[in-house]
């Protein structure tokens, strides 16, 4: 509604909490750009973001799952076949990723 139109423009949300998957859709509807980030996000949950209209994942390595190899997180999704579309920060200040 009116809180859609209030010059949110970009968000950053954990895709894995409750309720996320249905404000990722709803807010990606109205044109707002909705990124991962800040999560312990399972690749799959990110799949499933990116299916509902997530577009970017936040501080990429920085608070968030760490890349392995049974379960890659949001790292993963970047490796997979959904990562077209996908963009990606990085803070590169050597304190937040080296």
Do not use: W
Request: net charge negative; glycine share 12%; aromatic share 4%.
């Amino acid at each position: 509604g009116e809180m859609l139109n209030a010059g949110v423009a970009i968000t950053t949300l954990a895709p894995e909490l409750p309720g996320a998957i249905n404000q990722i859709r709803d807010l990606s509807k109205h044109g707002i750009i909705v990124s991962m980030g800040h999560t312990d996000a399972t690749m799959n949950d990110g799949k499933e973001a990116i299916k509902k209209g997530a577009s970017l994942i936040t501080h990429l390595f920085n608070a968030m799952r760490p890349f392995h190899h049974r379960e890659p997180g949001l790292l993963g999704v970047l490796c997979s076949d959904e990562k077209d579309g996908i963009y990606y920060s990085v803070i590169a200040d050597g304190l937040h990723s080296h």
